[in-house]
């Protein structure tokens, strides 16, 4: 079936977030009173309504947008969504004072979630994914990077990543699947990663790439996990394999991990609560994006939050993202994520609007497709009941989501 060609006009602001259309004194490209058109999914016209004829366009679907605010759907760039059960237990372990490693150590965090995803069929893994997804939507989201890495055997590894495949078509937004066997090491391997990465590297990166199971390929760089060079023997592997390069780095300690990252050209490393002058200028050097997820600092009530307006002076893209998962950020309000962002790291809002729409893209390698409402770029487009970008973030913990618009596929809420 044909999509419907659309008109979205009478827009208080018009967010285009268009590098074309940028300047000091307009920084996010905003368009008052404005409108654009949509045909086969994609944005072919951008301007003012006042530009419109109604009787030039007949056939049109024409969404009034009544003053609000009109901009980019948000792109949610790394996600930890497909897994099964969960670790509501080791909420109050936290407020006890226990830390993440000290709940992994006892039996808890990622493992707990590795049996519990590896026992799950996939089709219990697709509809508890696919709802997530929904709920995602429903903030404003219309594509959402999506991770294995809660399976860690080979078999669960490409189960988890054949139902992110499935949910190309059957999901109401956009999923870009990430391959991270390199999240944890599996209690078969305990005390052998080394043996791990190997395995990783020989049998299920290659099987990964050649079936077109992912886009990606992350790997957490973390002390107690994988070191740097694991890290960067899975990486390499993963490069050679056609997979582009993801990175979780300083997370919890200044390993190397963005150094790596920005050597590898990676296209993002993401956390970097403890990145270092050095890994700044690494990440600058290397064209990487860093992706920042305050919502994890804000859920595992770590003090001090990733340096965003240190990597900003230093001229490194930034975005943001939920990091949703089962542990240790169990948030998947990518809004509440943009409000922390002000609240907790200072960031300006038109920064936090371009981390989450033209900086997410890029955190994608997808701003060529969208992020930005430009023509010839996928209608990917998110209304809210604001007057301007400002009240959408100075109302926290509110949605003001009023309509959402996926590749031109426009559905109620």
Request: net charge negative; charged share 20%.
């Amino acid at each position: 079936m044909p999509q419907p060609s659309i008109i979205i006009h009478n827009a208080g602001q018009l967010l285009t977030v268009d590098p074309a259309r940028m300047t000091a004194e307009n920084p996010l490209g905003m368009i008052e009173n404005g409108a654009l058109r949509i045909e086969a999914g994609r944005i072919v016209w951008i301007g003012s309504s006042s530009d419109l004829n109604p009787a030039d366009y007949p056939a049109h679907q024409w969404l009034d947008a009544k003053g609000k605010l009109v901009m980019p759907g948000l792109i949610d760039s790394h996600t930890h969504t497909i897994f099964a059960g969960d670790r509501a237990n080791e909420f109050e372990l936290r407020l006890q004072g226990k830390t993440y490693l000290e709940i992994a150590q006892a039996g808890g965090g990622i493992l707990k979630t590795v049996t519990a995803t590896r026992e799950a069929s996939a089709d219990t893994l697709r509809q508890l994914t696919l709802a997530r997804l929904q709920r995602m939507r429903r903030f404003g989201v219309t594509t959402v990077e999506v991770k294995s890495g809660y399976g860690l055997d080979f078999a669960s590894e490409i189960k988890c990543l054949e139902v992110l495949q499935s949910l190309q078509t059957e999901s109401p937004v956009s999923v870009i699947p990430t391959y991270m066997g390199g999240h944890d090491i599996p209690p078969e391997y305990k005390g052998r990663t080394d043996a791990y990465v190997d395995l990783l590297c020989t049998e299920q990166i290659p099987v990964v790439a050649a079936r077109g199971l992912a886009v990606f390929c992350d790997v957490f760089c973390e002390q107690g996990y994988f070191d740097v060079a694991q890290s960067r023997k899975i990486l390499e592997t993963a490069r050679q394999h056609g997979l582009k390069l993801k990175i979780h780095a300083e997370e919890f300690c200044d390993l190397g991990g963005a150094q790596l990252a920005g050597e590898l050209r990676a296209t993002s490393a993401d956390h970097l609560l403890n990145i270092s002058d050095t890994g700044i200028a690494a990440l600058k050097a290397g064209g990487t994006v860093a992706t920042l997820l305050p919502g994890t600092a804000f859920y595992l009530r770590i003090k001090d939050y990733a340096p965003a307006l240190k990597l900003l002076a230093a001229g490194v893209p930034v975005a943001l993202a939920t990091d949703f998962n089962p542990g240790s950020c169990v948030i998947d309000n990518l809004q509440l994520i943009m409000a922390l962002a002000c609240l907790q790291m200072n960031m300006p809002p038109v920064d936090v609007i371009k981390a989450v729409t033209l900086h997410a893209a890029m955190a994608l390698d997808l701003q060529h497709d969208r992020g930005s409402l430009t023509v010839g770029k996928r209608a990917d487009i998110a209304m809210f009941e604001a007057a301007s970008y400002n009240e959408l973030l100075y109302r926290v913990g509110s949605n003001l989501l009023t309509d959402v618009i996926v590749g031109g596929d426009y559905r109620p809420l």
